[in-house]
Nanobody
């Protein structure tokens, strides 16, 4: 099972950018579709962005579409989330997650399908 470690969170002002990184260990990173989720205080966890196993297909929640970009590097075993034009409502703990799949171009929407989770990285956006 792949192990995941997030980094890159921090405190920024509204309108600024951050890039989150999720480093994966294990030889089977290419077998996983990946995702970024987030959870704000007092709110349920929600998906932010999804990417297929081969990195060719992506999907975004509506409020981040056009501002965030997810990418998967199967050579470096790393998942990224580039976040631009950050808003106060983007404040949350961000988690990366991996879901095993045999379908190279499938994005996975169901969070219970994700079998590996990182510990999270805090993103705080101030006004």
């Amino acid at each position: 099972q792949v192990q995941l470690v997030e980094s890159g969170g921090g405190l920024v002002q509204a309108g600024e950018s951050l890039r989150l990184t999720c480093a994966a260990s294990g030889p089977t990173f290419t077998s996983y579709a990946m995702a970024w989720f987030r959870q704000a205080p007092g709110k349920e966890r929600e998906f932010v962005a999804l990417v297929s196993r081969d990195g060719s297909h992506t999907y975004y929640m509506g409020s981040v579409k056009g501002r965030f970009t997810i990418s998967k590097d199967n050579v470096q075993n790393t998942l990224y989330l580039q976040m631009n034009r950050l808003k106060i409502e983007d404040t949350a703990v961000y988690y990366c997650a991996a879901a095993p799949t045999t379908r190279a171009q499938q994005v996975i929407f169901t969070d219970t399908t994700y079998t590996s989770w990182g510990m999270g990285t805090q993103v705080t956006v101030s006004s």
